[in-house]
């Protein structure tokens, strides 16, 4: 996982769906407690922070980094 993501918001986004899919996938294939599952669940994790707080930049510019 990348320390800062220079990812667009759109890109995010469709990465997002990306991760949830290969979540999901996972999940049902090699069982909800894999390490590969749990990884996989932690990115998205990763990613949907950074897409809120990419959000929360675009809606309130001159906001503080709260991370």
Do not use: V, W
């Amino acid at each position: 996982m990348d320390k800062h993501c220079n990812l667009t918001f759109t890109e995010l986004s469709k990465y997002i769906e990306f991760l949830r899919q290969d979540l999901i996938t996972k999940g049902m294939t090699l069982g909800f407690n894999h390490d590969k599952t749990l990884q996989a669940s932690r990115e998205l994790d990763y990613y949907i922070l950074e897409y809120q707080l990419l959000g929360r930049k675009k809606a309130y510019p001159d906001a503080p980094d709260i991370l």
